[in-house]
């Protein structure tokens, strides 16, 4: 009798230890099987991430980066945030207006879901606008995970369930036709030539501009036929005219243009679109339609040198 109680005492506990210990197994389950997160249910998760969402919700975006999709974000962090209130001078969020941030938030945000093994060099499409209503671009380097010539991707390829959110160290500005061309190592002469001219603070304005960027190559094959060693060689009158022949008013992207003459902001060149884009019989548009704020870059391989009015 003591055996048969003493059997039903170890059946007990044996129990009570089978029960607990699948309560426990389920309550784990529960915890790895945490519900799918979107890109903004990711970021409120987040405590770095507090500054992103505060600026999200003031701009009225959360409900757009909580759709189906899918996007990529490029996520600043909040010291990001804090670097970009003191380069602005403000104390916050609640000092930047919705129409202020709405531009610089979407300036963060592809329209496609774009993972860091998929990024390449070059431009891509963001979904703030520019001049024409546009979609302002901006530069990838996808050999060192960085965006418009040194902001740092720090985190890459955190998942959700609308898209991939990448983080990094410094908030994206939407840049104009000069910011463009400043943040490609590949313009660093015509950035050069700009200054010594003096037409940066006109270039930076509310234009809209269309220019033709030679490339640094473009610049020194210029000063090989001229037989100088580089821009200090040239003075800013001689500078200017040629780079105002870079110029066109408006915001002409490659599809806008035509066969025939155009008006520059110092004299005319001539297009001819029949293969390709073409200035002056001989000069190729290699790279069109990089979008800016406030105006449209198309990069060209020869200076363009036309005869003075």
Known sequence: ??????????IAVLGIVSTFALTSCESEDDDVMEK??????????????????????KAELVTALQADGPFTVFAPTNAAFNQLFTDLGVNGINDLTKEQLTPILLYHVIGAKVKSTDLTNGYV?????????KNVSLKVDATNLELNGGVGITTAD????NGVIHVIDKVLLPPTVVDIALDNDNFSILVSALVKAELVETLQGDGPFTVFAPTNDAFNALFDAL?????????????????????????????????????????SISI???S?????????VVLADVQGTNGVVHVIDKVIVTPTK
Request: net charge negative; no cysteine.
């Open 1 to 10: 009798m003591k055996t048969r109680k003493t059997l039903f005492t170890i």
């Open 227 to 267: 037989d100088v060693t580089g821009i200090a060689d040239l003075s800013k009158e001689a500078l200017t005219p040629i780079l105002l022949d870079h110029v066109v008013s408006g915001n002409v992207r490659s599809t806008d243009l035509t066969t025939g003459t155009v008006n520059t902001l110092n004299n």
């Open 125 to 133: 499409t963001t979904l703030s606008t520019g001049q024409g209503n």
């Open 158 to 161: 955190i998942e959700a369930t």
């Open 272 to 274: 001819d679109v029949s």
């Open 276 to 284: 390709g884009v073409k200035i002056n019989g001989d000069i190729n």
């Open 36 to 57: 799918p997160k979107n890109i903004v249910e990711v970021a409120v998760s987040n405590s770095d991430f507090s500054t992103l969402v505060a600026a999200l919700q």
